[in-house]
């Protein structure tokens, strides 16, 4: 069975910046991120390829975050730059076999979410 586990949330001022960590065990696989604030639907972030050489980000991300990947430890982190109270979430990690764009239904795996609140 496959583990995603994130790690690095927690509380972050406005205008700071906060690195979330996600280590999937087994293969490498293609990664991405999502977020859920109260009350909405959860929505992709960004994603990474297996090989860590091609990424995609929702529209809205505009430079704000940035996806990487670590295949030496099987892992991807999500900087988040300037923060702002709208990024409070559960932000969530997910691994798929097959895309690291924003379906996700195409992901089979995830983590159960780490909680970033922003305050002002």
């Known amino acids: 069975q496959v583990h995603v586990r994130e790690s690095g949330g927690g509380l972050v001022q406005a205008g700071g910046s906060l690195r979330l960590s996600c280590v999937a065990s087994?293969?490498?696989?293609?990664m991405g991120w999502f977020r859920q604030a109260s009350g909405k639907e959860r929505e992709f972030l960004a994603g990474?390829?297996?090989?860590?050489?091609?990424?995609s980000y929702a529209d809205f991300v505009n430079g704000r975050f940035t996806i990487s990947s670590n295949n030496a430890k099987n892992s991807v982190s999500l900087q988040m730059y300037s923060a702002q109270p709208d990024n409070t979430a559960d932000y969530s990690c997910?691994?798929?076999?097959?895309?690291?764009?924003?379906?996700?239904?195409?992901?089979?795996?995830w983590g159960q979410g780490i909680q970033v609140t922003v305050s002002s």
């Open positions: 087994g293969r490498t696989y293609h």
């Open positions: 990474i390829s297996a090989s860590g050489g091609q990424t």
């Open positions: 997910a691994a798929s076999k097959v895309t690291w764009n924003t379906y996700q239904h195409l992901y089979d795996y």
